[in-house]
Structures are given as structure tokens and as C-alpha cells.
């Protein structure tokens, strides 16, 4: 279970702790003792003091949600089902004014990041994408791929990410614009006009069909997404040899209810080393199949196969989840275009997020004197911009599909 049920802090007891450190601090690491001898590694996750973050932050209602899926989601998804890639929250707290999650440090287990720059090595994309299709499998054996089922039992966790076009900020359409502007300098600088065409298409219609992919599909079974799964918000454990042998998902503040493809196709996109990206991309794909399939079928009541894996009449085979992701790629690669340039560059190109002005998040593209100017120059940002945009787009571009008519 991701919660702890035999400890117990008030609010009050923890705001005491809080006050005496930084106030600028928003991830503090320390030991709680419990009695006499046990010791209890925490980190706390709280708000960021930034103003505009924080403004987005509540826009978002990220915190809300990360709230809700230790309290309520992950008991409801894990009750009689054993799953264990989620970390432990020993307290959480939400309200109007604060809101901060206090989790086990995973660090003082053996946990550690991967490597966030050069990406996911096939090994830890493979560990990651089965754990990825479990959780997946989680909602759909509980509600059977209807969304709204689980919109109506949780009505925290609809999209507040990609809202509706006509309600999109002029804040986000600079942000967004101005990626576009950095993208296409991007390749003009390396030479690869020729994709800056395949680029503009990619983000015409942006809003619209990035609100559509991120809402309940109609013609394929919605499922609890993680929201924001790339490499920095994961850690790995290893053996005695080096080898990887197991992942914790980390970050939950972005969750939705669509396809499970949303998910992989942000993950995929977003967090592999490029040789695994453009050679290894179809057997990822299968390994998520064999895990979701697997696991919907090892832990459903239903001694009939075919009946627990079929949405609205459907089969739920290799062929139909190839079909599915086809119209979820472009949420991946979109998402990865948009964000490669900050989730990519060293920590030391990065800005302060605390310190950074509002304005230059809205026109990191486009600025070149903003503090994000320096992300754009980046070696691996570049590399990974050129792999998409030269070898995945026009992948995305290709007439969809309806899905198959089973047999």
C-alpha cells in the first residue's frame, strides 16, 4: 500500500517542524524517530514560492490531486491487488492557503535517478514500461476502461493541463508559441529546414487535439494515467552487480483519466536514450502489451479471457493496442518537442525555478536575453529535438485508423 495507516501527525504538530527551516526550501530531507530506536527517512514535497509557479501550480490544482491519489486513488486501485511501485506518504495535507505530501526517502533504500540527460537505457525503459502497464491494468480491471466511471468515484483527476481551447491562457499560448519560435531556430541553426514544415503541422491545431488526447476516449478504454512519467520522475534500485531491479513512480500531480497510450507515448518520447528510441521502440510497445495483458488477466475474477480483455466489444489484442497508440503518438511527440529544452539541459543552464521571472517562462523560445536562453544550446536538447522531429514525426501524420471490428 502507498500509505502508512500507524502513523498519525496533526497539522499543527507539522507546521511547528516546518517553520523551523527555510522558507525558500521545497524539498527538505529528515529523520522523524518513532519511540525509541526507529528511525523514519522522510522528504517533504511542498509548494514552490515562486509566485507565477505557484499561481500555475494552483491553476493546475496539481497538489490537490497528488493529495487525492495517496488518500484515496492508490488505496481504492491497490485494494486486494499487489502492486508496489508507488512510494509510501506518510502524511499528506491540502487546503486553500498550504499543501505539501510527506513521502519515505526512497534514498535511504537504495533509489536513485537515472540517468536524466542521456536518457533510459533499454533495461530501465523495460522495467519501467511493465510497471507503467500495471498500474494502467489497476483501473481497468476496476472500472472496466469506462472513464467516466472513474470520474464520477474521483472528479479531481479530469485534465486541467490541456483545458479546452477556447479557455486556454494567453500566458500558455505565449509558452507555447514561443517553443515553436525555439524549435524551428533550432533547426535552421543545424540545418534541418526541412522538418520545420512537419514542426508548424505538429502544432496548428495544438490546443484542440492536445485537449482531445488528454480527455475520456471514445473508442478506447480510459484508464488512471501517472500524468507527467519521464525519467526525473522515477527512481531505480539496484543489486550487488549494478543491474536494475526495480522502479518507484514518483510524481502524481498531473494524473488524468484517458488512454493508457498517453501515458506511454509521453513516457517513450520523452525519457529513452535515442539508439532505444528510433531501434528498440516497437518491442518497448510489445513488453507494455505483454504486462498489461498479463496482469488484467492474473488478477481478474473472470475465468474467460476474452471477456476481460474487450472494451465496447473489442478485443483488447497486440493489433488493436498497436492501432491505439498510432492515435496517441503525437501526444509524445508533441509533449517532448514542447518540453526536451527543460527537462534536458544540466542544472546548471537551467534557471533557479524560484528566481525566475513569469515572463521568461512564456517567452523561453523567443528571448534569447531570458535566463532559458542558454537551455536551447544544449548538445543533448538539440540531439533529441532533431531525432523526433526528423525520425518520429512523420509517423504521426499518417490517416488514423477505427479500431478493428472483432470477430
Known amino acids: 500500500m502507498p500509505t502508512d495507516p500507524k502513523i498519525r501527525f496533526s497539522h499543527e504538530f507539522l507546521s511547528t517542524i516546518l517553520k523551523q527551516h527555510d522558507p525558500t526550501l521545497k524539498l527538505i530531507a529528515f529523520d522523524l524517530t518513532r519511540g525509541t530506536s526507529a528511525e523514519i527517512p522522510l522528504v517533504l514535497k511542498a509548494l514552490p514560492t515562486n509566485l507565477p509557479i505557484l499561481k500555475y501550480m494552483r491553476e493546475l490544482k496539481a497538489f490537490e490531486k497528488e493529495v487525492l491519489m495517496f488518500e484515496a486513488v492508490f488505496p481504492e486501485l491497490c485494494q486486494n491487488l499487489k502492486y508496489e511501485s508507488l512510494p509510501k506518504a506518510i502524511y499528506t495535507f491540502c487546503d486553500s492557503e498550504d499543501s505539501y505530501v510527506i513521502m519515505e526517502d526512497l534514498k535511504s533504500n537504495g533509489y536513485r535517478m537515472a540517468d536524466r540527460i542521456n536518457g533510459l537505457d533499454f533495461e ?84 484542440e487535439r492536445m485537449h482531445r488526447l488528454a480527455s475520456i476516449p ?155 536562453a542558454n537551455v536551447w544550446k544544449c548538445k543533448a536538447v538539440r540531439e533529441k529535438l532533431i531525432a523526433i522531429a526528423s525520425g518520429h514525426l512523420p509517423m504521426c501524420f499518417k490517416p488514423a485508423q477505427p479500431p478493428p471490428l472483432s470477430s
Not at 317 to 340: D, K, N, V
Open 124 to 207: 530501465h525503459a523495460k522495467l519501467a514500461i511493465n510497471e507503467m502497464a500495471k498500474f494502467h491494468a489497476l483501473s481497468f480491471i476496476k472500472f472496466h476502461g469506462n472513464g467516466q466511471l472513474i470520474l464520477d468515484k474521483f472528479p479531481n483527476l479530469v485534465d486541467m493541463f490541456w483545458v479546452k481551447p477556447e479557455d486556454v491562457t494567453e500566458r500558455n499560448r505565449m509558452f507555447i508559441n514561443g517553443q515553436l519560435d525555439g524549435l524551428k531556430k533550432v533547426m535552421k541553426e543545424e540545418d534541418r529546414s526541412h522538418v520545420i514544415p512537419r514542426i508548424e503541422r505538429s502544432f496548428s491545431n495544438v490546443f
Open 218 to 372: 471514445e473508442n478506447f478504454p480510459a484508464v488512471i494515467n501517472l500524468g507527467d512519467c519521464w525519467t526525473n520522475n522515477m527512481m531505480f534500485k539496484y543489486d550487488d552487480q549494478g543491474s536494475v531491479t526495480d522502479v518507484k513512480f514518483l510524481d502524481f500531480q498531473l494524473a488524468r483519466v484517458t488512454s493508457r497510450c498517453s501515458d506511454l507515448a509521453y513516457l517513450l518520447y520523452t525519457s529513452l536514450k535515442i539508439p532505444i528510441l528510433n531501434e528498440r521502440f516497437d518491442e518497448l510497445l510489445h513488453i507494455y502489451y505483454d504486462s498489461f495483458t498479463s496482469f488484467v488477466t492474473a488478477n481478474s475474477s473472470s475465468a474467460d479471457e476474452s471477456s476481460l480483455l474487450n472494451f465496447k466489444g473489442q478485443e483488447l489484442t497486440w493489433e488493436f493496442l498497436q492501432m491505439e497508440f498510432e492515435h496517441y503518438r503525437s501526444h509524445g511527440t508533441t509533449l517532448a518537442l514542447i518540453y526536451t529544452p527543460l527537462m534536458l539541459p544540466s542544472f546548471e543552464t537551467v534557471p533557479d525555478l524560484d528566481k525566475v521571472d513569469g515572463k521568461d517562462l512564456e517567452n523561453m523560445g523567443t528571448d534569447q536575453s531570458s535566463d532559458f
